[in-house]
């Protein structure tokens, strides 16, 4: 289990990492439509399990993937509703950028509390 400033500097040495391929292979970086936000999603997920264990003293891990399914589910019936059809590309692009934001905000949800923890 890893301390919160921990976490933080293995997640600023993954960003700074991706920036400087973003840097020196820019054609490389277009072709694979992603973000860094998007990489960077996987140790925010495993940082907001942890966090959650130091906070809450229980693991929001399966609530989080319940809620990705339900997530998921709705982006689902808004898009079949909306355009008669579903487009796995743009269902995915669509749901991988909305959990970025979701495990984003609930890690710095995590974070804000194990700070006041501190205070």
Known sequence: MLEWWEQ??????VWLILSLI???WPGFWRRLHVKRLDIVVIPLFIGACDLSTQVFK??????I?????VMGILIIIGMV???GDLIYRTFFLY???L??????????VLLGLR?????
């Open 95 to 97: 749901f991988w950028r």
């Open 58 to 63: 229980l693991s929001l891990f399966p609530y």
């Open 81 to 83: 509703s909306q355009n």
């Open 99 to 108: 959990t970025d934001i979701l495990i984003l905000l609930i890690y710095i």
């Open 65 to 69: 993937i319940f809620l990705l399914a």
């Open 115 to 119: 700070l006041f923890k501190y205070l």
């Open 22 to 24: 973003r840097k020196k």
């Open 8 to 13: 933080l500097i293995i997640l600023a040495v």
